[in-house]
């Protein structure tokens, strides 16, 4: 029972002093308390502070922007403005120009189209001339008296000398042109290798020829080149072979044969006169090598 006492009369004793070392305690640690809550609320205070400045700075920042771009876009409109305003003005001599230009293109184009007419005409003039030059050509020997008409070489089988057979022949080209074509016959089948067979063999393609027997004619021309081929009917051979196979709707034969006689004889008057024919049809007056014999 004394135990019981002096355990109660302890307890009494101790009870107070846990109360007040546990009351201690909790005032230090509201102590601490207090002054986490006032650094709480000094570094809500910096932090709200700090956050307002930052916003100041980026409207600030966002201001400036702005206006940056509005700045840039002003000067782009007026550079632009600038740049354009400066190429049309260098531009406006440079259509000037232009314009010009193509108005002396279209005045050198009429020209030339006026000039290929020209050269087209005076072709044909050229063409027509040499027809009559070599008409006059067969005409420069006066005409000899025609033989009676009851002579006939053949046919009486006594054959004239070759002078007076040969200008028997001339003396009828003009008027009689088949009789002149059978008496230059005559005449070379009598006396083929005669000084004046090269001329007979030509006359009766020019008789040929003035009949429009082109074809034929081409033979013709075509013999005295290949029976007489150096003599001084050569080059109008050429040349006639040519304006027959022409005639004749050869156009690439006959440009064949007056190129041949441009490359043999280069300064005859026929050379000169083929190479206005090959100009006449647009051809050049190059050398050719094509075959232009004619199967008789």
Do not use: C
């Amino acid at each position: 029972m004394r135990r019981n006492v002096s355990l109660i009369a302890l307890s009494a004793l101790l009870v107070p002093a846990a109360a007040f070392g546990a009351s201690r305690e909790q005032q230090e640690m509201q102590r601490d308390i207090a002054q986490l809550q006032d650094q709480v609320r000094a570094l809500q205070s910096s932090v709200d502070t700090n956050l307002a400045a930052m916003k100041t700075l980026i409207e600030q920042a966002l201001d400036a922007g702005k206006q940056a771009n509005t700045n840039v876009s002003v000067l782009s409109d007026r550079l632009s403005q600038t740049i354009d305003r400066d190429l049309k003005d260098a531009l406006r001599p440079v259509a000037g120009l232009s314009t010009k230009l193509d108005n002396v293109n279209n005045d050198v184009s009429d020209v030339k189209s006026a000039m290929a007419d020209l050269t087209t005409q005076l072709n044909r003039q050229q063409s027509t001339l040499n027809d009559i030059n070599n008409a006059l050509k067969v005409l420069q020997a006066p005409p000899a008296a025609p033989p009676p008409p009851s002579t006939n070489p053949e046919a009486t089988g006594q054959i004239p000398p070759a002078n007076v057979l040969f200008e028997n022949a001339r003396g009828d080209y003009t008027s009689k042109p088949d009789l002149a074509a059978s008496e230059f016959a005559t005449f070379l089948k009598a006396y083929p290798e005669d000084p004046n067979a090269p001329d007979a063999q030509f006359f009766i393609g020019q008789i040929h020829f003035s009949a429009s027997k082109y074809d034929q004619a081409a033979d013709d021309f075509d013999a005295v080149l290949e029976r007489y081929p150096d003599n001084k009917r050569t080059p109008d051979a050429y040349f006639m072979k040519g304006m027959a196979l022409k005639a004749a709707h050869h156009a690439d034969m006959a440009a064949t044969e007056w190129r041949t006689l441009i490359s043999k004889y280069p300064r005859s008057d026929q050379a000169a006169q083929a190479k206005e024919q090959l100009r006449a049809m647009n051809l050049s007056t190059g050398p050719s090598t094509a075959n232009t014999r004619r199967k008789k």
